[in-house]
């Protein structure tokens, strides 16, 4: 086998990696991860102060996932609309920690077939990847077209 | 004393920032660019990561430290908006 493949086979390599299920290997990372989706939104809810982005803290510029938070818990209030207009990848969000949450309490034969079977879907079309690269193009565009909208929808 | 307090929280903010920063780069060369990306993303994972990750990547500096600028910061933000408004 060549030790050195063109950099477009490298590539296709790193989009096809299994992200999604490294972080569902470990079932604490899952429990972790819901736990902590979950007291963060139960404090925003309430209107107490919870966990807030340290770039859009520090540099004044929206991270490609601020406004998630606040959009997934208008989707878990039902309301689509808002939830939209605040983070189109909110429903993607929640489906994730659905699955994270999901994952991680199922018992340990069940758990491991479900990430052998995110990992090979993962694999085979790299939807991850793709979707992350995405979210990083819809990052760009609401901060270089609609800046000044996106800014002040990220606001407390 | 509520600017000042404000002053202390951005310092502790600041102080976040760093500890983020730091984090994550240690999340980019240990799992790549696509969990360096969730990391930019969510930075609730990146703090995860750290601390489930706390040896392996000797982040025992890092983690406490980044743990005690996040509460400070809520801490001071928060009596520096209470003393202001009164």
Redesign the interface.
């Known amino acids: 086998m060549d030790p050195h493949p063109p950099s477009s086979t490298r590539t296709d390599q790193?989009f096809s990696?299994p992200?999604l299920a490294?972080?569902l290997e470990?079932r604490?990372?899952g429990l972790?991860?819901g736990a902590?989706?979950a007291l963060?939104l139960g404090l925003m809810y309430f209107e107490l102060?919870s966990?807030?982005?340290?770039?859009r803290?520090?540099?004044g510029i929206p991270?490609?996932?601020c406004g998630?938070s606040r959009a997934t818990a208008a989707l878990l209030l039902g309301d689509w609309r808002t939830a939209l207009a605040q983070h189109a990848f909110a429903p993607l969000l929640l489906a994730v920690l659905v699955l994270l949450v999901g994952m991680a309490l199922l018992p340990e034969p069940l758990r491991r077939k479900g990430v052998a079977r995110v990992a090979r879907f993962e694999r085979h079309t790299g939807l991850?990847?793709l979707l992350?690269v995405a979210?990083?193009l819809y990052w760009l565009v609401r901060l270089l077209v609609f800046r000044s909208a996106f800014i002040h929808s990220t606001l407390g | 004393m509520g600017t000042i307090f404000s002053l202390l929280g951005g310092i502790a903010g600041l102080a976040s920032f760093v500890c983020f920063i730091m984090v994550l780069i240690k999340l980019f060369q240990d799992k790549g660019v696509l969990h360096g990306i969730l990391g930019i993303i969510c930075s609730i994972y990146t703090f995860i990561y750290g601390w489930m990750n706390v040896e392996k990547l000797n982040n025992r500096n890092i983690m406490p430290a980044w743990t005690a600028a996040i509460i400070a910061s809520v801490v001071f933000n928060m009596l520096g908006g209470f003393l202001s408004s009164r």
């Open positions: 790193r990696l992200v490294q972080v470990r604490a990372t972790a991860i902590a989706a963060h102060p966990w807030s982005c340290p770039v803290d520090t540099l991270c490609p996932g998630l991850t990847a992350l979210l990083m």
